[in-house]
């Protein structure tokens, strides 16, 4: 990744986040993770603006709006419904969330990392036959799960897996079509 551009948002992270940029250079790939904290005001605006930066530095740009609104609404998701397990609760302190990029010539990662490890609430489909529902499917949505509903449509895979200490990481995966794997290369 390129440091200038990280560099343009240092500022700003300094207060809020941590990133680490860690390529290994057998895998053709480009890695980021970055950590934020839940209490803070601007986590889901700071963890979209290094999706972005972060797609650009790698020649991903054409998946910058989808992608920040992936991770926004997975970084959304747990500073307002992730409570830490009790093993890694600390009095005081506040909720870390990790958001790892990994893109590789013909995939992007994304994984948003809490320290609840209850399981997210994925939509399992459709409950209406689009015939039925018409112009107001919006409106037959449940309350809870419409932003990974919302993230289900935009990526190619979505999943979770647990952490053995306490925690979750919530992954999406987008397949980069033939445009993008070449504009990367």
Known sequence: MDAGKLKDLSSELDAFAHWFVAPDPSSDGHFLTLTLFAE????????????????????????????????????????????PDR?????GSCRRIDVTFKKYPKWLFIGVSDEDSTPPLLPVGEAFAPGLVGELSEAVLPDSGRGLF????????????EHERGGKTVWSRFDLDESTVAQSV
């Open 40 to 83: 803070f005001d601007d986590t889901a605006r700071i963890a979209r603006n290094m999706t972005a930066v972060f797609l650009r530095s790698v020649g991903a740009d054409d998946l910058a709006d989808d992608a920040c609104l992936v991770v926004s609404e997975l970084v959304g998701n747990v500073v307002n419904h992730a409570v």
């Open 150 to 161: 919302i993230v289900q449509r935009l990526v190619t895979a979505l999943w979770w897996t």
């Open 87 to 91: 093993r890694r609760a600390l009095p």
